[in-house]
Nanobody
Framework: QVQLVESGGGLVQPGGSLRLSCAAS????????MGWYRQAPGKQRELVAS???????NMADSVKDRFTISRDDAKNTVYLQMNTLKLEDTAVYYC???????????WGQGTQVTVTS
């Protein structure tokens, strides 16, 4: 079992920045893809970004030029740097760890990001 704990959410004005962190309870390494999803009220959960242990990132088109995902396997942590935030980025952001082989999926409890003027 793996616990994922997110931090870094909060309230920010449009154009501002936030950095989310997600710490895993144990080393996941190359076996897992780490990622961030988000869910806005009344909408389905969507992939924001994911990254392999080798550093290959996959970004949603809506955030590609504004967000950066990174991971530090030595710290069992994945980060999401969010710049130039927009009102439509408001959502609960969830950390995810997905085993490359098989169907194992772990989720964090979520952290709220609210962009408001």
């Amino acid at each position: 079992q793996v616990q994922l704990v997110e931090s870094g959410g909060g309230l920010v004005q449009p154009g501002g920045s936030l950095r989310l962190s997600c710490a895993a309870s144990r080393s996941l390494g190359a076996l897992y893809v780490m990622g961030w999803y988000r869910q806005a009220p009344g909408k389905q959960r969507e992939l924001v970004a994911s990254i392999t242990s080798g550093g290959t990132a996959n970004m949603a088109d809506s955030v590609k030029d504004r967000f950066t995902i990174s991971r530090d396997d030595a710290k069992n942590t994945v980060y999401l740097q969010m710049n130039t935030l927009k009102l439509e980025d408001t959502a609960v952001y969830y950390c995810n760890a997905r085993r490359i082989m098989g169907s194992v999926n772990y989720w964090g409890q979520g952290t709220q990001v609210t962009v408001t003027s």
